[in-house]
């Protein structure tokens, strides 16, 4: 298994331009995370979906962002229009319930 | 509500020596499951080791160990014979079941270990 993928690995956008991350859980996990970190603010949950459904989005910072996850292999977090407080490091990260998570190797997002 | 608190924002310790890292975690549950994951610079996170709480023996991996102290609530981790790979930051975790059937996961704030040569 190639473990989750996330793409791109690094995104440099002008405010106000919308933004779209992606991410392919490993086969098989039925929970898919996205996480954001900081150096402020630490390793923060967004939001996650457990079997396609989104379970908990209360890490969302604000109607900007939004989460979809249309199959048990795609997700996307989408921030529109984009700013740059919203620079940070944009983990996914998916697991089958009980066991550990396996993360992707993130995405650097720099907004200007 | 669940807490995580790692209380050593940074450490070091010299090459092949023994490091502890401390974490502490709050819950009025009683099954639920403890991880370390690492961060080295390269920013993939990784699964170092899992605890469940249910099991009274220490959990192993090669280097690592825990000292899962239930009643304590205390899970450190402790890395034997340090090598200059292991510089990352370490992230404890805890996850439990809700009762609504999800389960929901909540990571301390890291520790930030350099291993000097």
């Known amino acids: 298994d190639a473990g989750v993928i996330q793409s791109p690995r690094h995104e440099v956008t002008e405010m106000g331009q919308e933004v779209t991350l992606r991410c392919k859980p490993i086969s098989g996990h039925n929970s898919l995370f996205w996480y954001r970190q900081t150096m402020m603010r630490g390793l923060e949950l967004l939001i996650y979906f457990n079997n396609n459904v989104p379970i908990d989005d209360s890490g969302m910072p604000e109607d900007r962002f939004s989460a979809k996850m249309p199959n048990a292999s795609f997700s996307t977090l989408k921030i529109q229009p984009s700013e740059p407080r919203d620079s940070a490091v944009y983990f996914c990260a998916s697991t089958l319930q009980g066991s550990g998570y396996t993360f992707g190797s993130g995405t650097r997002l720099t907004v200007v | 509500a669940q807490t995580v608190t790692q209380s050593q924002p940074e450490m070091s310790v010299q090459e092949a020596e023994t490091v502890t890292l401390s974490c502490t975690y709050d819950?009025?549950?009683?099954?639920?499951?403890l991880f370390w994951y690492k961060q080295p610079p390269s920013r993939q996170m990784i699964l170092v080791i899992r605890q469940e709480a249910y099991k009274q023996q220490n959990a192993t991996e090669n280097r690592f160990s825990v000292n899962f102290q239930k009643a304590a609530k205390s899970f450190s981790l402790k890395i034997s014979d340090s090598q200059l790979g292991d510089t990352a930051m370490y992230f404890c975790a805890f996850m439990s079941l809700t009762t609504s059937g999800t389960y929901k996961y909540i990571f301390g704030t890291g520790t930030r270990l350099k291993v000097l040569a």
């Open positions: 819950t009025s549950e009683n099954n639920y499951y």
